[in-house]
Each structure stands twice: as structure tokens, then as C-alpha cells.
């Protein structure tokens, strides 16, 4: 039997990203058409997160994790993912209270880094994730480099992302745009750039962006599928 799924999500693109790649990526692995686990998702309002982010009140940000966690474990989850990277930076913080087993996103993003031999990494993401070191710590163990792009483009990309993307708005100017901050990440000597923001995939892919791509949300919904079906 796979282990029942539970999502924690904060923002509504990302989370069915998230959820529809465990759902169609499933029947292969599992032999069987139309297969997947069980999976329950919950998140309380988005407006919730962003004002306790912007109030820079990270513990109610874990409190509502932790409040998402107890309700899926009452829906029967036995592991738990959150496709959200902003929120990651209180994982260690929740990890003290949760009951029961999550998957970190960067640190499967890493796995995946490291076991393709990048050594230099663009990332993409909020403004709280590119200047967060929870990318940097978990690709530090691969002896992967980071690169994030220049104060006026975190910024201008957090705009992006908390104005257009997770409300399904993705604009010809804004994939200009970001492809332009990925092509510059060439420049610099990346080679591979992470989509460390759980939107960001919907607006960049594998065929339009100047370097190889790490997809955070997608990695992330393959990493729990292996880990229910183990």
C-alpha cells in the first residue's frame, strides 16, 4: 500500500502544481493506469501567510504549518510536503513540534543538483528565499555554489511573483524578463538555474530557459511519491 500524501499549501498555483505532478506522474511508477496515492491537501487563506510574512512574524507562519499538519494527519497523512519555498525558511522550527515526516524542498532540489554534478546555481525565487541561506546550506553539502541575481531584480522578481504568478497571470514581459535574469546567470558561469519559487515553473520550463532547469515544485511531488511507494 503507498503512504497517504499530505500537501501543506500556502499558495494556490504551486500547491496544484504540486498535486497534479503526484497524480499523473503516479500510474508509472506504480504499473497501474490512473494509479496514485492518497492525497489530502489543506492550506488556510493565502491572505493569512502573506500578512504574517510581511509582518515578519515567522512564528504564526509555523503555527499555521503546524495547523495544516494536525488537520491532514486527522485525514489520515502519513508524510507531508509543503510546495512552498518562502515558508521553508521556518522547516527547522516546525520540525520541533511536527508529528509526522516531511520532505524539505531544497534539500531534494540539492539531491537532484548533486547527483547531476552542477557545481555553480542560479536561484530563482521570493525575495525571502533568494536571501534566505536554506538553498545555500542544503547545496553547500553537494559543494554547489549559489548565485542569486542584484538587489533591484530580487526585488522586481518578488513583485512578479506576489502580483502576477500565484494569481495565474503569466505575461510575455515577465518571461522575457526572467529568461534575461537566467541568461545573466550564464554569464555569471551557472550552469543550471533552480526555479525556487513554486509559481515560477508555470512561467519558465525546461524549453524556453537559457540554462537547465531544477523545478523545485516538480522534484519535490516526485521525491514524496518515491518515499510513499517505498
Known amino acids: 500500500m503507498a503512504k497517504h500524501i499530505g500537501i501543506v499549501a500556502c499558495s494556490a498555483e504551486g500547491a496544484a502544481l504540486c498535486y497534479t505532478t503526484v497524480c499523473t506522474e503516479a500510474p508509472e511508477l506504480m504499473g497501474k493506469k490512473h494509479a496514485h496515492p492518497e492525497v489530502s491537501m489543506h492550506t488556510h487563506p ?3 501567510y502573506v500578512r504574517l510574512i510581511e509582518a515578519g512574524r515567522w512564528d504564526g507562519v509555523a503555527a499555521l504549518m503546524l495547523s495544516s499538519e494536525a488537520k491532514l494527519a486527522r485525514a489520515g497523512a502519513e508524510l507531508v510536503i509543503c510546495p512552498d519555498n518562502t515558508i521553508h525558511l521556518v522547516f527547522e522550527q516546525v520540525m520541533k513540534q511536527a508529528t509526522l515526516p516531511w520532505l524539505h524542498i531544497a534539500e531534494e532540489v540539492a539531491r537532484e543538483a548533486g547527483g547531476h554534478g552542477f557545481t555553480r546555481l542560479g536561484l530563482i525565487g521570493t525575495a525571502v528565499t533568494m536571501e534566505s541561506s536554506f538553498y545555500k546550506e542544503k547545496l553547500a553539502a553537494y559543494d554547489i555554489e549559489v548565485v542569486i541575481p542584484e538587489d533591484k531584480d530580487r526585488k522586481l522578481i518578488n513583485r512578479i511573483i506576489f502580483d502576477e504568478l500565484v494569481s495565474a ?12 535574469i537566467i541568461n545573466g546567470m550564464r554569464g555569471q558561469g551557472c550552469d543550471g538555474v533552480i526555479l525556487g519559487c513554486t509559481e515560477v515553473p508555470l512561467i519558465i520550463t525546461p524549453e524556453n530557459s ?7 515544485t516538480r522534484l519535490l ?3 514524496a511519491l518515491k518515499s510513499a511507494l517505498v
Not at 497571470?169 to 534575461?180: D, I, V
Open 169 to 180: 497571470q503569466f505575461t510575455a514581459e515577465s518571461r522575457a524578463y526572467f529568461t534575461g
Open 210 to 216: 537559457p540554462l537547465p532547469v531544477l523545478d523545485s
Open 46 to 48: 493565502f491572505s493569512d
Open 221 to 223: 511531488a516526485r521525491a
